[in-house]
């Protein structure tokens, strides 16, 4: 009686199979780096906004401080710029006096990480009311 043998194939790896290998990889690292670009670019728009927000409240802060100064007989000028270096933003000068309205500009360089430095301003005005 025949008996046949098992065959035994040895699968080797063929070159077209290693140069897969090595495309997936290169692949994975492309996706890798977009996925971590597109991440640090969601944090700087959230810096943004948050500077933004954080600007335009100083910027409100010192107008109402002049505002006040300017009701009370005050420097308004004094005013906006003690509560502008409080907020840490630069006062851009001079603010805008026009009878009983005021106008402040702040300012303040931002670092993000994409982008190179930027200087973000805010504007605000205050209207100070006199009772009848």
Avoid: C, W
């Avoid at 906004?49 to 109402?64: C, F, I, K």
């Avoid at 100064?69 to 933003?89: C, F, I, K, R, T």
């Amino acid at each position: 009686m025949l008996t046949a043998a098992p065959l035994q194939h040895r699968i080797t790896p063929s070159a077209h199979t290693q140069a897969e290998a090595g495309s997936t990889g290169l692949l994975g690292a492309a996706l890798v780096l977009i996925i971590m670009l597109i991440a640090t670019g969601v944090a700087d728009v959230g810096h943004y906004v948050a500077e933004r927000a954080q600007l335009s409240a100083a910027a409100d802060a010192a107008a109402l401080a002049a505002a006040v100064e300017l009701s009370h007989g005050g420097n308004p000028h004094q005013g906006a710029q003690d509560m502008a270096n409080a907020n840490h933003v630069t006062l851009e000068a001079p603010i805008h006096l026009d009878g009983m309205h005021v106008k402040v500009s702040v300012n303040r360089q931002v670092q993000f990480i994409l982008l190179p430095i930027a200087r973000m301003s805010a504007s605000a005005r205050a209207v100070v009311e006199t009772e009848p």
